[in-house]
Each structure stands twice: as C-alpha cells, then as structure tokens.
C-alpha cells in the first residue's frame, strides 16, 4: 500500500463546532493541514474524514479526498485510532 495521509476534521466539535472551515489569516483552517501533507512529499493521497458535508467541500475544494466518516465514529467518544481503522477498512473494499 501506498502511503496515505488521513486528517480527522469533525463537524460537532461542542467548544467550537466546524473549527476545521473557520478562517485563520483568510483560509480554512483545513487548508494549513492539507497544505502541509501535500508539501511533505510524502503521500499518495491525503484523505479528511469527516461526518460534515460542508467541511467535506471546502477539504474537497483544497484537493483533499473525502472520507465520509460514519456517525457512530463521530463523537466526543469516538478515537483517532477507531476512525484510522474505519479508512483503512474502507480502502482496503
């Protein structure tokens, strides 16, 4: 397998829902992380999981692809390492 790069962005967050999406100096705050992996150099593809559908576009529309996280894995309960699991699982079908 290739490598892969997988940002977790919830929507729900309960202190600051959607902090993903917010702007920090005129960008998405996804941007910077996106940004970043794919200037790493390191990866085949860079996956955001996320259970929001506006999160989903603004990532999509910073060239990341779309992970659509499943609801029981977005929670305040849910952990990092669940959801890296959920996407390998998905990459794997």
């Known amino acids: 397998m290739t490598p892969q790069c997988l940002i977790p962005a919830r929507g729900r967050s309960k202190r600051f829902p959607r902090k993903n ?4 100096k005129g960008k998405p705050v996804i941007a910077y992380a996106i940004e970043a992996a794919r200037d790493s150099g ?32 977005a929670t305040d309960e849910s952990t990092v390492v669940q959801v890296c699991l ?8």
């Open 21 to 24: 999406i917010a702007l920090l």
């Open 42 to 73: 390191l990866f085949e593809a860079i996956w955001v999981s996320t259970d929001d559908a506006q999160i989903a576009s603004v990532a999509g529309a910073c060239g990341a692809l779309i992970h659509d996280r499943p609801p029981r894995l």
């Open 86 to 93: 959920d996407m390998l699982e998905g990459l794997e079908r």
